[in-house]
Every structure is written in C-alpha cells, then in structure tokens.
C-alpha cells in the first residue's frame, strides 16, 4: 500500500489546538471574515492572523478579499490525505484495545470469583 502523501506542513498546522479550532468553526460554513473568526474563538486578531497564515502555507484554508475584509474558507483535502495515513495504525489500535479488552475480561472473571483461600498455620511450633 503506498503511503498517503500528507505533508509536514499539514501535521503542524493541525498540532495546535487553536489552528484545529479554527478549522472547525470553518466547517460548514463559507467565507467567514477574520474578524468573526476572532469573535468566535476569543483570541486576538494578529494571533489568529499567525495561526491563519500557519493553515494557508498547509493548504487547509483559503482566503477571499472583499474590499477591507479578508474571508476565510475551509480546505478541507489536505486532510483526506492525513486520514488515510493515520488510517494506516487502526491496525495497530484495534489489536490494542483487544488485548486491553481480554485483560479486563480476565480481571474481572478473576474478581468474581473470589479471593483464594488462605492457609491455616501450623500449631506445630
């Protein structure tokens, strides 16, 4: 299977948890000015100009000049490409959470059943 081509610069733009939810406030919805944006995070316009600037070299947003305002918009196909390759650990995730699973099961038939039975000393001394 050959590797997804997702690119460095879309792993760091989606390892910030502002920059994610600025890509989730751009879902569903088109050409939201960066004043609104702002609004709606909480967070000061020339820090959400840098996060912006992060996800536009990533691909992830575009941006739409109307006049004085800037607009942005959701890009959401350079993420297909980082879903296909965090797709390619469900493997390795699943074969995880079963084990979990089947020690649990297991501490919980072992509880279940009691505690061993504990041995009388010896009136030998």
């Known amino acids: 299977m050959p590797r997804p081509s997702v690119t460095e610069d879309v792993f760091r733009a989606v390892a910030d948890p502002t920059r994610r939810a600025v890509l989730e406030t751009l879902m569903g919805a088109h050409d939201v000015p960066v004043t609104e944006l702002a609004d709606r995070l909480g967070v000061g316009l020339p820090m959400?100009?840098?996060?912006?600037?992060?996800?536009?070299?990533?691909?992830?947003v575009s941006e739409r000049r109307s006049g004085r305002r800037r607009l942005y918009s959701l890009r959401p196909e350079p993420l297909h490409d980082l879903y296909d390759w965090a797709a390619l650990f469900s493997g390795f995730w699943s074969e995880r959470m079963q084990?979990?699973?089947?020690?649990?099961?297991?501490?919980?038939?072992?509880?279940?059943?009691?505690?061993?039975?504990?041995?009388?000393?010896?009136?030998?001394?």
Do not use: C, M, N
């Open 48 to 60: 959400l100009s840098r996060h912006l600037a992060v996800l536009r070299a990533a691909g992830l």
């Open 99 to 125: 084990g979990l699973r089947s020690y649990l099961d297991r501490q919980a038939s072992s509880d279940t059943a009691g505690p061993p039975p504990t041995q009388e000393p010896d009136d030998e001394t």
